[in-house]
């Protein structure tokens, strides 16, 4: 039976719990597995942790030792482990459950410049990174082992996952492709076009496919990202295409109708015909959306929360964390605080809750 969007949009109508006021910038959050912790990947080079068994969400103390922006994490789906990488290339592992941790392992020249993503095998044997330096590397999960690396990109590579049976890799580019790598090999088994997602304009290539979903089946891969207008000061509707897996061709695309929504940062699978996810646009634009599979638009809209870059569900399926930014930052200068000093940006949690 088809689903109505109507009754979709009442299903997903969220409120929100609490709002954990991070004092600095915050690259993305994600809920551990058990669901015992949230973690958030900081631009003050920590990762800050919250108790998340409750709707209190104590904060614990931070894990640390960063020296850039820590611009991804990953949990292990068994272990108590957690991944961090930032932007001077640094690679770490912590036992997230302990109060006070110390890295399991490091290290500190893992890329050469900016690790843009994190992604772990579904049996948890590796771990998988990509950077600015145009390589994809996996490592041993346990103990940061290299493993293999790969060398053959052109572009700058922005969005990684492994495929559902862990046999490979999918990388996204600067310029709209997606490679399907095998693991074993190296070889590159396929391509898929997200070509929508680049524009070459005013000597500057902008878009790029910005993150991925896979549906609990593994039939449908989800790509985000944005369709340019323009460069200089990038602007267009943010899009989302979504892959039929098996013949890796295009089943649905999303655009939102305002060209200051920006990119989609994060993706979610709800259901196999649910999809969520977050984007951020030109300053306070941007939104949370619930879609429906099929459908040109969402069903769902939230424009309240602006400049969202980072959509976590917790694991029992009920709370959402979506990390925005914070309203007035525009970054012109004419926001002060009561001191008359420019009033820098930060990273509110909003912490929402699924009723039904």
């Not at 910005?210 to 000061?233: Q, V, Y």
């Amino acid at each position: 039976m088809k689903e109505d969007s109507k009754e979709l949009a009442l299903k997903y109508k969220t409120k929100k719990v609490v709002d954990l006021q991070c004092p600095v910038q915050i690259c993305a959050a994600r809920f551990s597995p058990c669901g015992s912790v949230l973690a958030a990947a900081c631009f003050d080079g920590s990762v800050r942790r919250w108790d998340s068994s409750s709707d209190k969400f104590t904060e614990i103390a931070p894990l640390a030792g960063h020296n850039g922006w820590v611009q991804a994490i990953a949990f292990h789906p068994t272990a108590k482990q957690l991944y961090s990488a930032d932007s001077w290339g640094k690679l770490m592992a912590f036992n997230y459950a302990e109060k006070e941790s110390k890295p399991v392992w490091k290290n500190e020249k893992a890329h050469d410049g900016w690790i843009r993503k994190i992604s772990l095998s579904l049996d948890g044997k590796f771990l998988a990174t990509c950077g600015s330096d145009k390589t994809v590397k996996i490592w041993s999960a346990i103990d940061g082992t290299p493993v293999k690396e790969f060398k053959d990109f052109g572009w700058d590579l922005l969005s990684l996952a492994f495929t559902p049976d862990s046999k490979a890799i999918l990388v996204g580019d600067l310029q709209g492709k997606i490679a399907q790598i095998e693991v074993s090999s190296g070889k590159r088994i396929r391509e898929l076009d997200a070509s929508a997602m680049y524009k070459l304009d005013r000597l500057q290539d902008v878009g790029g496919v910005r993150c991925f979903a896979f549906d609990s089946k593994g039939e449908k891969l989800a790509c985000g990202g944005i369709n340019p207008n323009r460069g200089g000061f990038v602007q267009g509707p943010s899009l989302v295409l979504v892959f039929d897996w098996k013949t890796g061709k295009e089943i649905s695309r999303v655009q939102s109708g305002s060209e200051n929504d920006g990119y989609v940062y994060d993706l979610h699978f709800m259901t196999d015909t649910v999809l969520a996810g977050v984007s951020s646009g030109q300053p306070g634009n941007g939104k949370v959306f619930f879609t429906l599979m099929g459908e040109a638009q969402p069903f769902v809209s939230l424009t309240n929360m602006p400049n969202c870059h980072s959509f976590a569900l917790h694991p029992a399926g009920k709370k959402i964390a979506v990390v925005s930014t914070n309203s007035n930052s525009s970054g012109n200068g004419k926001v002060l605080d009561k001191n008359k000093e420019y009033a820098s940006n930060f990273s509110p949690i909003n912490i929402l809750e699924i009723p039904t």
